[in-house]
Antibody, heavy 116, light 113 residues
């Protein structure tokens, strides 16, 4: 059974850092493009970043470029998102998702709250 | 960036009746090399992650009830729920995966009348 489980969310002060992890099971992430999508409270879905199967092709949304870093550890079958210089408008539930005919599997999400 | 615009923002439909959601992309999402529209539909219930319903604009994901169907071409697409059930109450999103950044519509909330 395919599963994605995010961890690492929490409360952080503006300007702080947080690292999200997404543990995959039931498939190997090395065979898929992987994405992060976020959703601010009560708002819609916003794509954040993606990484290619070999890790060579990485793209970010303009709103996070230069602050967030996506990476993958194929040995641990885990996707990560390093978030630096966090701002209040980064507050959201962050989902990792597998790409296969669009985004076919999503994790349950990790809540990141940026507040003083 | 491709802008995705859904209409309406919300709709209330009686149980057993048809619900129709529209989605318009600011440019074509048709990939000419395989003649596929890179358009997906998702359902999101409160407190849950999105669930893929439709991909390639009209292909139903495995396990999705056949009352859900997708149609359209070029820049105009539709998600139809042929006979609304109580468990279909949710927010529905269209999304293009033709080009980065991937973009979503603003969502359409479906409720029971």
């Amino acid at each position: 059974e395919v599963q994605l489980v995010e961890s690492g969310g929490g409360l952080v002060q503006p300007g702080g850092s947080l690292r999200l992890s997404c543990a995959a099971s039931g498939f190997t992430i090395s065979g898929h493009w992987m994405h992060w999508v976020r959703q601010a409270p009560g708002k819609g879905l916003v794509w954040v970043s993606r990484i290619s199967p070999d890790g060579s092709n990485i793209i970010y949304a303009d709103s996070v470029k230069g602050r967030f870093t996506i990476s993958r550890d194929d040995a641990k079958n885990t996707l990560s998102l390093q978030m630096n210089s966090l701002r209040a408008d980064d507050t959201a539930v962050y989902y990792c998702a597998r790409a296969y005919n669009s985004l076919d599997y999503w994790g349950q999400g990790a809540l990141v709250t940026v507040s003083s | 960036d491709i802008v995705m615009t859904q209409s309406p923002d919300s709709l209330a439909v009686s149980l057993g009746e048809r619900a129709t959601i529209n989605c318009k992309s600011s440019q074509s999402v048709l990939y000419s090399s395989n003649n596929e529209h890179y358009l997906a539909w998702y359902q999101q219930k409160p407190g849950q992650p999105p669930k893929l319903l439709i991909y390639w604009a009209s292909i139903r994901e495995s396990g999705v009830p056949d009352r859900f169907s997708g149609s359209g071409s070029g820049t105009d697409f539709t998600l139809t729920i042929s006979s609304l059930q109580a468990e279909d109450v949710a927010v529905y999103y269209c999304q293009q995966y033709y080009s980065a950044p991937l973009t979503f519509g603003q969502g359409t909330r479906v409720e029971i009348k």
